[in-house]
C-alpha cells in the first residue's frame, strides 16, 4: 500500500512539474511577442508589428494628455498613426511587471521607458489557433521630468 501511494505521489509531482514548465514556457513566450512587437512599433515598422496583433485589436487611452476622455483606436487607426509617425519611433526599455495566463488568455502588464515618457501598458492577448495575439493595449503614459 505505501508503495502504490508513493508511485501516486511521484506521479502526482511529476505532472505538476510538467505543467508550471509548460506555463513558464508559455509565459516566455508571450514576453518575447511583446517584445517583438515593442521592437516594430519602437521602429514603426507597421507590417512587422501587425504580425503580432489580432484583427479586433484596440488601444484604450484612458485620460490621454489629461483631458479626462477615454478614446478607443481600432486596429488600423492606431497602425495609421504608426505609419504617419504620431506613434512609436523612439527606443524603449521593456520591463515584465506581471504575466498572469488562463487557458487561452493573458495579460501582461509592462513597463516601457523611452527618453521622454514612461508607460504602464496593459496587454491583453488571446491564444487562436494555437497562435498569442495581442487583442488590446491599455498605456498609461507619465512624461518624465525635464532636467
Known sequence: ???????????FAIMEGNAQNKNKMEELFIQKIIENYATALDAQNVPEAEKFLDKEFRVVLNNYNNSGTIAILSREQYTGMMRSGKVGGNKRKVK????????????????????????TNYY???????TWLIINDMPQIIAKPVN
Open 1 to 11: 500500500m505505501k508503495q502504490i501511494l508513493l508511485i501516486v505521489f511521484l506521479l
Open 124 to 130: 491583453s492577448l488571446i491564444k487562436n489557433g494555437g
Open 96 to 119: 515584465f511587471l506581471l504575466t498572469d495566463i488562463h487557458d487561452n488568455a493573458a495579460v501582461v502588464k509592462v513597463q516601457l521607458e523611452g527618453e521622454k515618457n514612461i508607460f
